[in-house]
C-alpha cells in the first residue's frame, strides 16, 4: 500500500497517542506553536486509538512508549501495517537505550525522553521526520517509475546483477530475448545461464575487469536462449556502487542484433565473392581478347577484301571495348581487394597532359566543340597514365551527356601548391538524388540528351576515377544544376603530401 502524497488533503495532520493529558498538551501546544495550521489529533484511551485507525492517513505520529493499554512497539508495528511509512516519534521516560535502538531497527524514526528540553526540541524533531518521508515517498515512486519503465523495454534485456554475478532483477524484455521467466533466473548465476562456455573463462574475466577499473563495458558477442540456442548481442554493462565506493553489483542492458549480424555476414560474403569473381574472370578473360585482337588484325592486313575490312574493323572495336571494360574490373578489383589503386609518381604537366587527351577526343569526335583555358602552371608529380585515363574518362562522360551544339569547357588553373582542372557541359542536369551515389561502383547514368554511340560500359569509370584522384592525395567533386550545366573539378596537390597534410579542400556537399 503506497502511502498518500502529503500536500494533496490540505494541511498537514499529526496524531499524538498518550495516556498522561498533561503530556499530550505539552506535545500539542510545543508542536501548534511551531507549526502554522498543523492539525493535530490526540488519543489516550484505547477505544479513541481503534478509532483513529479508521480514519485518513496521518502525516506523522507521536507516540508514548508505555501506555496502560499497550507498548509503544505495539503501536508501531500496527501505524506501519496501517499506514506504512508514516514517521513515528517516540517519547519516553522508562525505555532504556538498548530497547529505544531496536525500536529505530523496527522503523522508529526517532525517540525522545520526556524532559523540558525535549518538548522544546519535538518540532524540529517532527520537522526533519516530515521531510526525510517525503525523500523516501520520492524515492519510492521514482523506483517505481523505473520500474514500470524498465519493465515496458521489451526490445531490451535489463536486468541487475550482485557482485557475486548472480541475478537479482529481471525485466519482461530479458524474458522475450531469452525466454527464462523471472523465477527461474533470480539467484542464478550469469555465466551458466547467459554465455557460452568457451566464453566464461579469461574473455569474461576482462569483461569484468574492464567494467571494475573503467566503470562501464560496451560490446558484443554471443548469448544463450533457454534452449541452448545461440543469438548475437549489444552488450552494456555498468558497476554499481555504493557511496564509498564498495561494488554493488552490475547493471546489464542487453539487445538481439542476430539478424543485423547475419544480415552483415550476408553482405560481406557476398562482396566478397562478387570482387574475387571479378578478379579471376577479368584475368581469364584477358587472354582469349588478346588472341582475338591478334587474329583480326593479321586478317585485316592479308585480305583487303572490303566486307572483311569492314568485319575485323568492327571485331577490333569491340575487342577494344570488352578489354576496356576488363581493365576497369582489374582496376577495381585491385581498389578493394588490394586497398586502392596504386600510382608511380613522375615529374609530368597536367596541362600537357589534358590538351593531349582533348586533341584526341576532336578527332575521334570531330563534332564537339572543346574550349580551353588555362593559367598558372601545370607541373608536379603525377601517373601520367593515370591521370590520362581519369581525364578520358571525364571528358568522355561531359560530350556523352553534354547537349549537342554546346561547347564543352575545360579550365585549368595552377596555384603554389595545386592544380585544379574543371570540366563542364551544359545539359540536362543530373537528378540530386543521384549525385551523393554518382562515384559508387556499378552505377549508371545518362541524361536525355545522351550520345548513345558513345555510352557504354560497366559504371566503374567514375568509381576508378575518384580511387586515381585519391590516390594522388587529390578531390574530386561534382556539382549539376540548370543554369550552370554539370561541372567536374579535380584538385590535386603538386607533390607528395607528408603523413598529416590535408590533402586539399575536402568535397563540397554536392559530391564525395
Known amino acids: 500500500m503506497m502511502p498518500e502524497s502529503q500536500g494533496a488533503r490540505g494541511p498537514q495532520r499529526v496524531l499524538v497517542v498518550d495516556d498522561s493529558a498533561s503530556d499530550r498538551l505539552m506535545a500539542v501546544r510545543a508542536l501548534t506553536r511551531a507549526f502554522h495550521g498543523l492539525q493535530v489529533e490526540q488519543v489516550g484511551e484505547a477505544e479513541q486509538w481503534l478509532q483513529v485507525l479508521e480514519q485518513p492517513r496521518f502525516d506523522a505520529v507521536i507516540v508514548d512508549y508505555q501506555l496502560h493499554w499497550a507498548t509503544g512497539l505495539e503501536l508501531l508495528h500496527t501505524l506501519q501495517q496501517r499506514w506504512p511509512g508514516v514517521p513515528v516519534i517516540m517519547l519516553t521516560d522508562t525505555v532504556e537505550e538498548q530497547q529505544a535502538l531496536e525500536a529505530v531497527q523496527e522503523g522508529l524514526e526517532e525517540y525522545l525522553p520526556k524532559t523540558p528540553e525535549s518538548y522544546a526540541r519535538l518540532p524540529r524533531t517532527v520537522r526533519f521526520a516530515l521531510e526525510r518521508a517525503r525523500q523516501r515517498q520520492a524515492l519510492r515512486e521514482s523506483s517505481e517509475t523505473l520500474r514500470l519503465v524498465i519493465e515496458g523495454v521489451y526490445g531490451h534485456a535489463i536486468y541487475l546483477v550482485d557482485p557475486r554475478r548472480r541475478i537479482v532483477s529481471w525485466n519482461a524484455g530479458a524474458q522475450a530475448i531469452t525466454g527464462y521467466s523471472e523465477a527461474e533466473v533470480m ?294 544544376d540548370e543554369r550552370s550545366g554539370t561541372t567536374f573539378t579535380l584538385r590535386l596537390p603538386r607533390h607528395v603530401l607528408t603523413p598529416g597534410e590535408p590533402a586539399g579542400e575536402p568535397p563540397g556537399p554536392e559530391g564525395w
Do not use: C
Open 187 to 480: 539467484g542464478q548465476p550469469i555465466s551458466s545461464l547467459l554465455i557460452p562456455e568457451e566464453q566464461r573463462g579469461e574473455q569474461l574475466e576482462r569483461m569484468v575487469e574492464e567494467v571494475e577499473q573503467r566503470g562501464a563495458y560496451t560490446g558484443e558477442g554471443w548469448r544463450l536462449h533457454k534452449d541452448g540456442s545461440r543469438f548475437w548481442a549489444d552488450i552494456t554493462v555498468s558497476a554499481l556502487r555504493g557511496e564509498g565506493g564498495e561494488l554493488r553489483g552490475y547493471a546489464v542492458v542487453m539487445r538481439d542484433t542476430t539478424e543485423r549480424k547475419r544480415a552483415e555476414e550476408e553482405r560481406k560474403r557476398a562482396n566478397e565473392f562478387r570482387e574475387r569473381l571479378l578478379g579471376i574472370v577479368s584475368h581469364d578473360l584477358r587472354s582469349p581478347l588478346q588472341a582475338i585482337s591478334l587474329q583480326s588484325q593479321l586478317l585485316a592486313r592479308r585480305v583487303q577484301l572490303e566486307v572483311v575490312q569492314t568485319a575485323t574493323a568492327r571485331i577490333l572495336q569491340g575487342a577494344e571495348r570488352m578489354t576496356r571494360m576488363i581493365a576497369d574490373l582489374l582496376d577495381f578489383t585491385r581498389g578493394r581487394l588490394g586497398g586502392g589503386i596504386p600510382v608511380e609518381r613522375a615529374p609530368g604537366d597536367l596541362f600537357t597532359l589534358t590538351y593531349e587527351v582533348l586533341e584526341e577526343m576532336r578527332m575521334t569526335t570531330p563534332r564537339s566543340r572543346i574550349s580551353t583555358q588555362a593559367t598558372g602552371d601545370g607541373r608536379g608529380e603525377w601517373d601520367k597514365d593515370r591521370l590520362t585515363q581519369v581525364v578520358q574518362n571525364l571528358v568522355s562522360n561531359a560530350l556523352k551527356h553534354g547537349e549537342k551544339g554546346t561547347p564543352l569547357r575545360v579550365t585549368m588553373e595552377g596555384d603554389e601548391d595545386t592544380v585544379v582542372l574543371s570540366i563542364q557541359n551544359q545539359g540536362t542536369p543530373i537528378p540530386p538524388e543521384l549525385l551523393p551515389h554518382l562515384f559508387d561502383p556499378f552505377r549508371r547514368g545518362r541524361g536525355e540528351g545522351a550520345n548513345d554511340a558513345l555510352t557504354g560500359g560497366l559504371g566503374l569509370g567514375l568509381y576508378i576515377a575518384q580511387e586515381i584522384v585519391h590516390a594522388h592525395d587529390g578531390t574530386i567533386t561534382v556539382t549539376s
